[in-house]
């Protein structure tokens, strides 16, 4: 059957459903979350997964056990294997069945009764990560993580009801920000967007641009009097929906890093885990608490108004929406999501 002939497969929109993000890497949990001692339960793509730590290896395994659709994040750790809370069924990492209590164990354990495994589970910028099958797209990188002169600044993880593309069309977009951001850093008279230059690499793409806003001390003080500033930006998109942005205050010599990861959690849903990395800061709680609040009134300057559009889906045909010279790096993003849906439904047709 071709791609085409399935109708949960569409090449005009994208929302957190779509069957191409399943060949992708997504945050899931922090890593902190997960314990060595008990499953927890996460949800990706409308589906939900288990996480646990077994032995050396975490494993990610759907949650419904094949036998009887008991959740096995309900279950307990045994050695290097989950038992199942319903009837005792244990699975190992890969999801291998090894051990069904009612049935005679000098039986054949039949495939059936095996859980099924993601095909990759990985830890990195401590979030755990997870792509239901083979990933087409790499894993982000954001190099400030282990870079010892940027102090990590993790916000909470935060739920929001819009799209993880409309998050990333979202934190990408150069044109809102003396509108949506008034309220923290934006210049009401930062209007024009300047030319910026943007090349793509695989599944990533880099833009370049520079802009005014209040002065980064300003912003974060009071209302009233502020200084503005030069910025230079550096984005890094990586699909399907990261979003590094690399801002540099030339003449402070500071730079503030902002790393968003998006959970597509069910079709209206995504989680954020976003963190800021700064060198001009102490590495203090105060201090960090301090950029986290800042960074926390910005996104709620963001969800409030993405959570009004009524679709949490992305189009992927141009001709859908008006797009100005300014939002280039916004089509940008769209059209490597549509070649993302297009590569993995070539293989799935294939
Ligand atoms: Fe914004």
Same mark, same amino acid.
């Given at each position: ?108 354990? =039949?495939?059936?009764?095996? !859980?099924? *495994? @993601? ?5 990195? /910028? #401590? &979030?755990?990560? +997870? ?25 909470? =993880?935060?739920?929001?009801? !819009?799209? *993880? @593309? ?5 934190? /990408? #977009? &150069?044109?809102? +920000? ?173």
């Amino acid at each position: 059957m071709g791609a085409s002939a399935d109708s949960s497969w569409d090449t005009t929109w994208i929302d957190n459903e779509h069957p191409a993000l399943r060949r992708c890497w997504h945050p899931v949990a922090r890593s902190a979350d997960i314990a060595d001692d008990r499953p927890v339960a996460v949800d990706l793509l409308g589906e939900r997964w288990c996480l646990v730590r077994l032995g050396d290896e975490l494993a990610a395994l759907r949650d419904p056990c094949p036998h009887r659709y008991s959740p096995l994040s309900a279950g307990t750790i045994v050695g290097d294997t989950l038992r199942c809370a319903y009837h005792g069924l244990r699975f190992a990492a890969d999801g291998t069945c090894v051990e069904i209590p009612a049935v005679d164990p000098s039986l054949p354990i =039949p495939a059936r009764a095996c !859980a099924t *495994a @993601a095909a990759g589970v990985s830890e990195s /910028l #401590d &979030l755990v990560w +997870l792509a239901p099958e083979d990933p087409i797209a790499p894993l982000p990188e954001v190099p400030e993580h282990h870079d010892p002169s940027f102090v990590t600044c993790p916000l909470p =993880p935060s739920d929001w009801n !819009a799209g *993880a @593309a409309q998050m990333a069309d979202n934190f /990408l #977009d &150069l044109g809102h +920000l003396p509108f949506v951001h008034l309220g923290t850093f934006g210049d009401p008279d930062d209007k024009l967007v300047r030319d910026y230059k943007m090349e793509r690499d695989g599944w990533r793409f880099t833009a370049h641009h520079r802009h005014f806003t209040k002065a980064l001390d300003d912003s974060m003080g009071a209302d009233g009097e502020y200084k503005v500033v030069e910025r230079e930006l550096l984005f890094v998109f990586t699909a399907p929906h990261h979003v590094y942005l690399r801002i540099g205050y030339p003449e402070e010599g500071m730079v503030l890093t902002i790393s968003f990861c998006h959970q597509p959690v069910d079709a209206a849903t995504t989680r954020l885990y976003c963190t800021d990395y700064r060198n001009d800061i102490p590495d203090e709680p105060g201090a960090i608490a301090d950029t986290v609040a800042f960074q926390q009134a910005v996104a709620a300057e963001d969800s409030a108004l993405l959570q009004r559009i009524g679709t949490k889906a992305v189009p992927l045909v141009p001709a859908l929406e008006y797009h100005s010279k300014a939002d280039r790096i916004t089509l940008e993003m769209r059209r490597m999501l549509a070649d993302l849906v297009a590569e993995a439904g070539a293989e799935v047709s294939g």
